[in-house]
């Protein structure tokens, strides 16, 4: 079974290694989802309680990054540089996660699938 979940939080960021005007500090209304594959248990009928997502996400993410500056936490916060450290916090604790999609406008979003590093 494939469940999703979504989450906003707000944050302020500037790009140091790029040439345009997201050099400047500036911030986002960021929104996400996780994705996660697990097997329904036939007695409960559910794979994952919504809030056991929710927890993870408030402990990993949310409690941490929400109304701050990114660029106290990573050196170069790009939307790509973002959903790595996302999943490289989230999914230890989340088992089955497949995915995490960052939108960092509502027209522009990175899909993250645990490939490369951060793994």
Same mark, same amino acid.
């Given at each position: 079974?494939?469940?999703?979940?979504?989450?906003?939080?707000? /944050? /302020?960021?500037?790009?140091?290694?790029?040439?345009?005007?997201?050099?400047?500090?500036?911030?986002?209304?960021?929104?996400?989802?996780?994705?996660?594959?697990?097997? @329904?248990?036939?007695?409960?009928? !559910?794979?994952?309680?919504?809030?056991? &997502?929710?927890? @993870?996400?408030?402990?990993? @993410?949310?409690?941490? #990054?929400?109304?701050?500056?990114?660029?106290?936490?990573?050196?170069? *916060?790009?939307?790509?540089? &973002?959903? @790595? +450290?996302? #999943?490289?916090? &989230?999914?230890?604790?989340?088992?089955?996660?497949?995915? &995490? +999609?960052? #939108?960092? !406008? *509502?027209?522009?979003?990175?899909?993250?699938?645990?490939?490369?590093?951060?793994?």
């Amino acid at each position: 079974m494939i469940l999703r979940q979504s989450f906003r939080f707000e /944050a /302020a960021h500037r790009l140091p290694m790029h040439a345009g005007k997201c050099f400047h500090l500036h911030g986002h209304s960021y929104r996400f989802t996780l994705s996660l594959d697990l097997p @329904v248990d036939p007695r409960t009928g !559910m794979a994952i309680d919504f809030d056991e &997502i929710a927890a @993870v996400v408030r402990d990993t @993410v949310l409690g941490t #990054w929400d109304h701050k500056n990114l660029n106290d936490f990573l050196e170069n *916060p790009t939307a790509e540089n &973002i959903v @790595v +450290e996302m #999943w490289r916090k &989230i999914a230890p604790r989340l088992p089955g996660l497949t995915e &995490i +999609e960052l #939108w960092e !406008m *509502p027209e522009s979003s990175v899909v993250y699938r645990g490939e490369g590093p951060g793994r």
